[in-house]
Each structure stands twice: as C-alpha cells, then as structure tokens.
C-alpha cells in the first residue's frame, strides 16, 4: 500500500504566520487523487483540497495546495484562530486509500 | 446537501461482531458515489475499512478483508457495516463517508459525525 508521511508532526506558530505542511507518498501518485482534510476535535475530517490544488466549495484562499509525484504541501496562510487544527493528506490512487498520520498545528 | 449519520451499538465485546448503519439524505445512495467507511483511533489515526457501490460491489482494505461485510438498503438509503471478531484494537470512531470518484478527481466529500465504539467486556 502507498504510505503517506506527513511533517512535521507537530507545527507550533502564531496567528497571522504561515504554516507549511508535507506530505510525502512512497510512490508517485497523479495530483489528481492526493487531497487534504482539516479535523477539529471531536469532528469528522472536513475536505479542504482535492487534486492537489483545488479547493473545496467554501475554503478560503489562504489555504493553498501543491506538488507533485511524491511530494505534496499544503499552505496555510494568514493563520487564523480556527486554523489550529489537525491536517491530513489522503491518496486516492491506489486501493487501499491511505491517509497520513496527520500533522497538528498549534498556537506558539 | 448530502447528511450521513452513522449509529449502531457504543459497546461491543471481545470477540463479537460490531454493526453500524449509517443513513444517507439529501442524496441517493443510487448514485454514481462509492461509499466508504473509515476509522480513526489513537493508534492508527485514519484507516480506510472498505467502500461499497449501490450495485453492491465493494473493495476493502486487505488488512480488514476477512473480517468486513459491507452492506447496501436502497430502500432505506442506508448503509451498512459488520466487522466480526472483534478486539480492542478494533476500538475506534467510525465514520462512514462519500466517495467522488466520477470525474478526473476522487476524494471523500461528505463524512458522517462519526460513533464510537468501544470493544470491552
């Protein structure tokens, strides 16, 4: 199966910084079928990007996504109160679809 | 605007079998959609556990295969989950979800708020 790693684990910054999250595939997968989804506590994860860099209907353009192959991130910026959170990346090209084990973003 | 809510038993034991529904509105589960079912626990963070298609098709996780019955109601626009033999490490909030898988893109779009359920005696 594709194993998604993302870093860092954790992520400890301010509000109006910028947040940069990886996620890294074990094999190349098409951008068509990478997504991130953001979880707050006690929600279900929520899709903010799809196909790499799309966003979802709703999410506002300070979160922003890219790469490609093996290489994904996710951008955050402007880091508002509601944006300390979980994030994961989710691949859909290859059954089983995996998810990363998450990155949390904190409030330094 | 599609709403999937999950229910089933909050306590199951060792060794035993865990079912869960999750309903479906706002939509047709007779869709072009796969539904899937994922779960999240402490250990593991989010694990897929299988996907179903309304014609009854499914595909799951081969490292839950032998143990997941994945179900469909039309009629009831509902879907359905069985995991049988169950232990602790089974323990986790499950959700079920819609897959978007009919154009270039797939991703999940729609989640369920999630149940969870604990394997104790």
């Known amino acids: ?108 | 605007q599609v709403h999937l809510q999950e229910s089933g038993p909050g306590l199951v034991k060792p060794s035993g079998t865990l079912s869960l529904t999750c309903a479906v509105s706002g939509g047709s589960i007779s869709s072009t959609n796969w539904w899937s079912w994922v779960r999240q626990s402490p250990g593991k963070g989010l694990e897929w556990i299988g996907e179903i298609y309304h014609s009854g098709s499914t595909s799951y996780n081969p490292s839950l295969k032998s143990r997941v019955t994945l179900s469909v109601d039309k009629s009831k626009n509902q879907l359905s989950l069985k995991l049988s033999s169950v232990t602790a490490a089974d323990t986790a909030v499950y959700y079920c979800a819609r897959d978007e898988s009919s154009g270039y893109y797939s991703y999940f779009d729609y989640w369920g708020q999630g149940i969870l359920v604990t394997v104790s005696s």
């Open chain 1, 1 to 108: 199966e594709i194993v998604l790693t993302q870093s860092p684990g954790t992520l400890s910054l301010s509000p109006g910084q910028s947040a940069t999250l990886s996620c890294r595939a074990s094999q190349s997968i098409s951008s068509s079928y990478l997504a991130w989804y953001q979880q707050n506590p006690g929600q279900a994860p929520r899709l903010l990007i799809y196909g790499a860099f799309r966003r979802a209907t709703g999410i506002p353009d300070r979160f922003s996504g890219s790469g490609s192959g093996t290489d994904f991130t996710l951008t955050i910026s402007r880091l508002e109160p509601e944006d300390f959170v979980v994030y994961y990346c989710q691949q859909y090209h290859t059954s089983p679809w995996t998810f990363g084990q998450g990155t949390k973003v904190e409030i330094k």
